[in-house]
Structures are given as structure tokens and as C-alpha cells.
């Protein structure tokens, strides 16, 4: 009876079943699934890319000479492929960018998430996301053209080179300034009001409050953000190719000539080793190595930000 | 039946601290000093033993006066309620009493709120050192994201206060009915509490400070019922050493704890701009059996908001 209500009621018999297919649904998703395919596509692609060069490389060189010497110059005869000359300068360089970006961005974070008018925070924020779109090659000159000349006017016992890797670190530094201050904003200005209050409420000042409070509570995103800029401080190229020199010899200071890793692959690639040569793949093993670091650098940033993370409802 | 709903100020009443079985008689009714639209003045009684005493008080959002004309005066000690329908500013109040809304660009009070004989938005005052004294607690709970320890270290600690740190935790989660519950996992992040247990935490974070008055802002609206059992016994337990005032959309909520209640309300005036007003403020007891006011009884009988 009740069935046979149903029926009248929703129309003689109309079947549930679609009644055209619908295509358009099925192009859209392939459209999509596709561009998300090559993003992946070119990540694998360069991984097998590097591979087969770095294998071949790694048959002629021992990864004994490779870590265990202190002398590189695979473009110089004979040939040296101790890798740990351009691995220090790599990470001189990012730890003085750090030193720099790290400070000066959360600085730059707390003052537009918490002490910035709105007015003020809608001029400043795109001010600084320009910062972010110089070229790096602009860096670079300014690095080695005005930096370096300074530097060595007001502290000259420093007794810096021409080209050296202190300039370099303090532009790299700028530059992944506006990564960590937007990302380490963004993170801020996602933490509850509710805390910020709470805080408040129970007589703490504003600087308290963004130090003690803020901070902490986003301190997740803020790692995310330091390791992002760390990621790409150790892979920027211009400017140290330009303002920290192709000199690769094992140095500690950093007001000596420095190649980095990248340095070094940019100054390899623009010149003539030609394919098949050990100078060649040289090349592929560095930029392996690099891809590593970098790799394993956002794999844990990526842990870090799950294992900091605070859920908020 | 009037009994039954409302048994809380009948006990309270029976105590000295509270105002003589013959409180009635002694309360003066208080003409506003104010212009207030409508032929009726509102009826407000002044506490005895006064914690704030608010004259006048207007709240403004920029331009828009969100709250017109306000006189009421908090009791020592006492749990005065604030109840209306929403939007009727009753939290806007609230939150000049510890000048929270100092903190919204383009809010300003006008008129006067006297705590204890001190004006609370005088050119000398510092609001760092008022909510030092007034501590407020939000409607959602707010646990910092740290542990329980440090949830209630933080305030002590960025006040300065003098004293064994693991002391004065203990006291502020004992006497906020927590530390039982908690004493195990003092060092666990105060995120993994249930809802009801934060908002003790909360609690227990204001009473830390040592604070002379509570405000509470709806605070067992996001909890279930018996959490807010929990928290109302908890409000009964503080009232003894401190001033509370809580504003609930929970009408029941106010009959069972509070000595006094204000019911605001939104009016309309005559350029068509909404402004919340306090309608009646009485005892409790009063309000919920005899209010004096048309707009309070059909507020409290559920025939409005």
C-alpha cells in the first residue's frame, strides 16, 4: 500500500538511474589529474635524471675520496674530488643567512600579526612579498658592488676578498627574510583570538602575550617556515655564484672566496665539461647531494609541523 | 514552584555575609541620572558593599553606541548575573569591567565605572594592572597550548608574583575543583582535558593571580550538562572569597547561582539604530518571581528572544 503510494506520488516510473552520461565530469577530472601528475612527473623525472650520471660518477670515484678528502677541483688537472670544501661553504652561507633572516623575520612576523594596524599590515605585507620576487641576481650585485665594498671600508680587519662568502650570506639572509616573516605571519594569524585574550585577562602585556603565548602557539608553522628558507638558502645560486666566487678551497672563514655546491654546479654547467666526462658528472653527483640535503631538510620540517602541530576547533 | 526553580538566593540570603533577611527594605532605588526613553525608569538596587559602581555607562563601537545608558552597581562578593536575548550588550558590560574592549580598535567607554572608589577608565589607570585584579573567564574554553602547570605558571609568572611556583599551582587547581582530576598529569598538555576540565583550568588560571573579581563571559555555553553542574557548584564554592559576575544566555542558569540579576535587552530607537539596555536590575529572587518590568517578565516567562 505504502509502496504503491510511493510510486504515485514520485511520478509513474521514473527510474533513479542518470539519465545522459555526464563527459564533462570525466574530462574535468582527467584535465586535473593530469596537472597534479606533472608536478610529480618532473619531481621523479629529475630524481632519475640525477640518478644514473651519479651512479656512473660514484664507478670512477670512491665515495671514500668523495667524503674523506678536503681538496676540490674537478675542473682542474689533475682532478680532486673531495667534496668538502663547497659542503662548508654551502653551510657557512645558510647560517649566516639564518642568523640574518630568522631574527629580522620573526620580528617583522610578530610586529605586522600583532602590533601592526590593519592599515599598516595592508601596506606592509605586499612591500615585503616584493622583497620576495627581486631577482636574486639583483642580490648578488648589490652584494658584491656595495655590501662587500662597505663592509671592508668600516671593518676592514675582517681583511674580506673581492668575493667572499660573508656578503654573500648577509644578501641570501635577505632574501628568504620575506619567506619566514609571511609564512611565520600567516602561521600567527591563525593562532585563537581566544588565547590572545586569555592572556590579556590575566594581566599580561602585549609583548608578553605575542612572546609567550603567540609565538609558542604557532611555533609549528614558524619551524615550517625557518626550514623552507633554510631549503632554499642552501640551493641559491646567484648570488653566491656572483658575490661569493668559484674559490674552492677548505675554509672556515667566511670573509675568504667560497664556491657552494650550487655555486659550483652553476660555474660547471655554464662552462664546456663535456658530456660523458667525469667533470661532467661530477655535476650530477653535487646536485644529488644537494637535492638530498635540501630533501631531507623538508622531510623534517614536514615531521616537525605534524608533531608541533595544535589543533584548535 | 517559585522555590523550586530558584533555591540558590534563598540560601544565600540565610548568609551573613549576604544582605539581612530584611535586604528588601534597606535596598534604595536608584534614579538614573540619565535620559531613558519610554515613560518607565529602570528599577536598580544598589549592592551594600559595592565592588563597581557604574553610572551612565555607554559603549561605542566607533560611531555606534552598542550599549546606551547603563547604572548598576556589583556586590561584594556577590554573584550578579547578566541575562537578555543576543546582541542586547550584555557582554559588551561585561567587558569594560576589566577594559577587555580596549583591546577592539574604535571601542571607547563613556560614563563612569567606579571600582571600589577608583575610576576604572581614569587617565592614571593601567589596564595591565586592572585585569591583573579582574580576571575574566571566555566562553570557550582557552587553554594555552602548554601543559596544566604552565597553563596556571603563566600568569603568576608574567605578573611576578612571589611565592613557590608548584605551591601556588596546586592552590589555583584546588580550589578550582581540578587538582584531583589532574595531579597525575600535571606535565600533560592542558589540550587533552575535556571541554568542562579546560574550562576549570581556565578558572584555575584566573584564580592564580589572586584576583578580587571574576568575570565570566558565558562560560558553560560550549559545555555539556554536567560540566556546567560542575562549574555552577564551582561559582557557588568561589563566590565565598571572590566577586563574580557571569553573563549567560541561560536563564535558569541565573535563577540557580546568581544573588542578582540585570536583564538587558536591544531597543531601537527613534533613528531606527539598535542599543542594548539594562531593563531591571534586582535580586534575583525578584526578578524571576516579581519582576517589575513587562519586558523582563516576557523575557523570563519565554514569550520573547
Not at chain 1, 675520496?65 to 663547497?86: C, D, M, N, R, Y
Not at chain 1, 658575490?243 to 660555474?267: H, N, R
Request: hydrophobic residues 45%; aromatic residues 8%; glycine residues 8%.
Amino acid at each position: 500500500m505504502s509502496a504503491q503510494h510511493r510510486t504515485t506520488a514520485s511520478g509513474a516510473s521514473r527510474s533513479l538511474a542518470r539519465s545522459r552520461p555526464r563527459y564533462g565530469e570525466v574530462i574535468v577530472k582527467v584535465v586535473l589529474m593530469a596537472a597534479a601528475l606533472v608536478s610529480v612527473a618532473t619531481t621523479v623525472g629529475i630524481v632519475f635524471a640525477l640518478l644514473e650520471p651519479t651512479i656512473e660518477f660514484f664507478g670512477e670515484i670512491s665515495l671514500g675520496e668523495f667524503f674523506g678528502s678536503t681538496t676540490w677541483g674537478p675542473l682542474f688537472k689533475p682532478p680532486a674530488f673531495g667534496v668538502w670544501p663547497i659542503i662548508v661553504a654551502t653551510l657557512e652561507i645558510t647560517l649566516i643567512a639564518i642568523v640574518v633572516a630568522v631574527p629580522l623575520g620573526l620580528a617583522t612576523a610578530i610586529y605586522l600579526s600583532e602590533y601592526a594596524t590593519p592599515r599598516v599590515r595592508k601596506i606592509f605585507k605586499p612591500v615585503l612579498e616584493v622583497l620576495a620576487g627581486v631577482p636574486t641576481v639583483v642580490f648578488g650585485f648589490f652584494a658584491l658592488t656595495f655590501v662587500t665594498p662597505l663592509l671592508r671600508d668600516v671593518f676592514p680587519f675582517l681583511e674580506l676578498e673581492a668575493k667572499n662568502g660573508l656578503s654573500a650570506g648577509l644578501l641570501v639572509g635577505v632574501m628568504i627574510i620575506p619567506i619566514v616573516a609571511s609564512l611565520s605571519e600567516d602561521s600567527m594569524a591563525a593562532v585563537p583570538n581566544g588565547l590572545r585574550e586569555g592572556s590579556y585577562a590575566l594581566g599580561a602585556s602585549k609583548m608578553l602575550t605575542s612572546v609567550r603565548v603567540v609565538v609558542p602557539a604557532a611555533f609549528s608553522g614558524i619551524v615550517a617556515a625557518i626550514i623552507l628558507a633554510i631549503s632554499r638558502a642552501a640551493g641559491e645560486t646567484m648570488i653566491v655564484a656572483i658575490a661569493g666566487g668559484f674559490k674552492s678551497v677548505f675554509t672556515l672563514y667566511p670573509g675568504d672566496e667560497m664556491a657552494t655546491m650550487a655555486a659550483f654546479i652553476a660555474q660547471a654547467g655554464s662552462g664546456d665539461a663535456p658530456v660523458g666526462t667525469i667533470a661532467y658528472k661530477t655535476i650530477f653527483a653535487v646536485g644529488s647531494l644537494l637535492f638530498i640535503m635540501t630533501f631531507a631538510m623538508n622531510y623534517v620540517s614536514a615531521r616537525m609541523v605534524q608533531k608541533y602541530r595544535e589543533v584548535y576547533d | 514552584m517559585n522555590d523550586s526553580r530558584n533555591p540558590m538566593p534563598a540560601s544565600r540570603t540565610a548568609d551573613p555575609r549576604n544582605l539581612p533577611a530584611s535586604g528588601h527594605a534597606q535596598i534604595g532605588v536608584s534614579v538614573p541620572n540619565v535620559t531613558v526613553r519610554g515613560p518607565e525608569v529602570p528599577r536598580t538596587i544598589e549592592a551594600l558593599d559595592p565592588v563597581f559602581t557604574v553610572s551612565g555607562l555607554s559603549v561605542f563601537y566607533g560611531d555606534y553606541e552598542a550599549v546606551r545608558g547603563v547604572d548598576m552597581t556589583i556586590g561584594n562578593r556577590e554573584i550578579t548575573a547578566m541575562i537578555g536575548p543576543s546582541g542586547c550588550g550584555k557582554s559588551t558590560v561585561l567587558r569594560c569591567f576589566n577594559r577587555m574592549n580596549d583591546l577592539i580598535p574604535g571601542a571607547r567607554a563613556a560614563g563612569k565605572i567606579l571600582y571600589h572608589d577608583e575610576d576604572l577608565y581614569g587617565d592614571h589607570v593601567d589596564p595591565i594592572e586592572v585585569r591583573r585584579r579582574i580576571g575574566m573567564v571566555f566562553q570557550k574554553p582557552n587553554p594555552f597550548p602548554k601543559s596544566i602547570y604552565d597553563n596556571i605558571a603563566y600568569g603568576p609568572r608574567v605578573n611576578g608574583m612571589k611565592g613557590k611556583m608548584d605551591d601556588i599551582v596546586e592552590e589555583a587547581l584546588t580550589k578550582a575543583a581540578l587538582w584531583d582530576e589532574v595531579k597525575d598529569k600535571i606535565k600533560q598538555n592542558a589540550l587533552s582535558l575535556s571541554g568542562g576540565q579546560q574550562q576549570r583550568l581556565c578558572i584555575a588560571r584566573a584564580i592564580a593571580v589572586k584576583p578580587d573579581v571574576i568575570l565570566m563571559d558565558e562560560p558553560c555555553s560550549a559545555l555539556d550538562p554536567i560540566a556546567t553542574t560542575k562549574i555552577e557548584d564551582l561559582m557557588q564554592e568561589l563566590s565565598r572569597d571572590y566577586t563574580i559576575v557571569i553573563v549567560t544566555h541561560n536563564m535558569q542558569q541565573a535563577a540557580r547561582v546568581s544573588d542578582r540579576t540585570a536583564f538587558f535587552t536591544a531597543e531601537v530607537d527613534a533613528e531606527g539604530v539598535r542599543h542594548g539596555r539594562l531593563v531591571e536590575f534586582d535580586e534575583t529572587s525578584r526578578i524571576f518571581t516579581n519582576p517589575s518590568d513587562k519586558r523582563t517578565e516576557d523575557y523570563i516567562t519565554g514569550r520573547f528572544g
